[in-house]
């Protein structure tokens, strides 16, 4: 299965960042969303659709709905310029969106 | 300090084979689940292939099924990718995670596999 998403997405500073994620099999998984930064290793931002680590801010927040998943970036920062990944667990093979660059200007 | 490091990457010719190594440290390695994902370059990241705590269950992506093997073992903390028939497709950027319940929470810096 797929999952898509939007290639980029812009947003001034302060301002709330969407970024969608659509796919028939987002009904009946747990979606989980990735930050990944210029050079670095992803970051997990989002587990089980809506639940946030500790370590991240605020901000950062996801829905599900039927076949489509938001992350919120509320009050972007410039660090939170980076490429954002949603993802799902399977039996039949876990699977990565197809990437969104967000960029903060 | 939790912490994943790979290594085994490199420069290899298609047809060839490769074998990468994950080491896990600061946690209890054995009760966690675990998987490969890789990047090529300039592109997204595309996940590889999964291994249960007690080797029992293993996923691989169809891209590398019947030529990657995943494999752990608990009492060294290590985790393993064997990468025969590769190609110039395989040519990416390998990171280990950790699976916590389907969340990768925990990720290495990555080994650079050129085929």
């Known amino acids: 299965y797929e999952l898509t998403q939007p290639p980029s997405v812009s947003v001034s500073p302060g301002h709330t960042a969407r970024i969608t994620c659509s796919g028939d099999?987002?009904?009946?998984?747990?979606s989980y969303w990735y930050q990944q930064k210029s050079g670095q290793a992803p970051v997990l931002v989002i587990y089980?659709?809506?639940k946030r680590p500790s370590r991240i801010p605020e901000r950062f927040s996801a829905s599900r709905s039927g076949t489509m998943a938001t992350l919120t970036i509320s009050g972007a920062q410039m660090e939170d310029e980076a490429d954002y990944y949603c993802?799902?667990?399977?039996?039949?093979?876990?699977?990565f969106g197809t990437g969104t660059k967000v960029t903060v200007l | 300090e939790v912490q994943l490091v790979e290594s085994g990457g490199g420069l290899i010719q298609p047809g060839g084979s490769l074998r990468l190594s994950c080491a896990a440290s600061?946690?209890?390695?054995?009760?966690?689940?675990m998987n490969w994902v890789r990047q090529a370059p300039g592109k997204g990241l595309e996940w590889v292939s999964y291994?249960?705590?007690?080797?029992?269950?293993?996923y691989y992506a169809e891209s590398v099924k019947g030529r990657f093997t995943i494999s752990r073992d608990n009492a060294k903390s290590s985790l393993w990718l064997q990468m025969d028939s590769l190609r110039d497709e395989d040519t990416a950027v390998y990171y280990c995670?950790?699976?916590?319940?389907?969340?990768?929470?925990?990720w290495g810096q990555g080994t650079t596999v050129s085929v």
């Open positions: 993802y799902l667990t399977d039996s039949s093979g876990n699977v």
């Open positions: 099999a987002l009904p009946t998984r747990f």
């Open positions: 089980e659709d809506s």
């Open positions: 600061g946690f209890t390695f054995s009760k966690y689940n």
């Open positions: 291994i249960d705590v007690r080797s029992i269950t293993t």
């Open positions: 995670a950790r699976d916590d319940y389907g969340a990768m929470d925990v």
